[in-house]
C-alpha cells in the first residue's frame, strides 16, 4: 500500500458484492463508534494515517461533529473490543499495524496489541454490533480484509 501523508483515506471492505465503508455513528447509542455503510450512505468521515515509523505502525485520525479525533478500543464493559473514535485527551496512543493478504491484491489485515495480546479488527454480523468491527484474538478471527483507498482530499496544515 503506497502511503501519502496529505491525504486522507477511505477504509472499506466487502460483504457479499457490495463494498462497505468504515463512517463513524455521530449520535445515539453507538455515538463516535465505527460501522460500515453502503457509499451512498456514507457521511464523510475520511481517514488520516500517522505513521510512526520505528514502530512500522500507524495511528488513525478522523473529524467528528468538527473534533479530531483517533480511533481507539473500549476497553470494557458492554462494548469491550468495539471500536471508538476519541478526543486527543482520551486517546491511549493506540497503534495499528497493516498485514497484506498474499492471496488478494490491495486487502490487509489490521491489527494492535490490546491487554498484551495481538488483536485483528474483525466485523460484527448482525445482532445489536451488525456492521460494527472488533477486536478479535486470532484464534476466532474470521479472516475479514479491508481495504484502503486514497481520496482526491489533500490535507492542508493552516497556521494563524
Not at 114 to 123: A, H, N
Request: aromatic share 18%.
Amino acid at each position: 500500500m503506497n502511503q501519502y501523508p496529505n491525504y486522507y483515506y477511505q477504509i472499506y471492505s466487502v460483504i457479499g458484492n457490495h463494498k462497505m465503508v468504515l463512517d463513524i455513528f455521530n449520535r445515539g447509542r453507538y455515538s463516535f463508534m465505527p460501522h460500515l455503510v453502503s457509499k451512498k450512505n456514507f457521511s464523510g468521515h475520511y481517514w488520516q494515517m500517522e505513521i510512526i515509523e520505528n514502530e512500522k505502525a500507524f495511528k488513525l485520525t478522523t473529524t467528528v461533529l468538527g473534533v479530531e479525533m483517533w480511533l481507539d478500543t473500549i476497553d470494557g464493559g458492554i462494548f469491550d473490543g468495539l471500536l471508538i473514535a476519541v478526543p486527543k485527551d482520551k486517546y491511549s496512543n493506540r497503534l495499528w499495524k497493516i498485514e497484506k493478504n498474499n492471496l488478494q491484491k490491495h486487502s490487509f489485515k489490521i491489527s494492535t496489541f490490546l491487554r498484551g495480546e495481538l488483536k485483528y479488527i474483525d466485523l460484527y454480523q448482525g445482532g445489536d454490533f451488525n456492521n460494527m468491527p472488533y477486536l478479535s484474538s486470532e484464534s476466532s478471527y474470521s479472516n475479514q480484509y479491508w481495504g484502503v483507498e486514497r481520496t482526491n482530499d489533500e490535507i492542508f496544515e493552516y497556521t494563524f
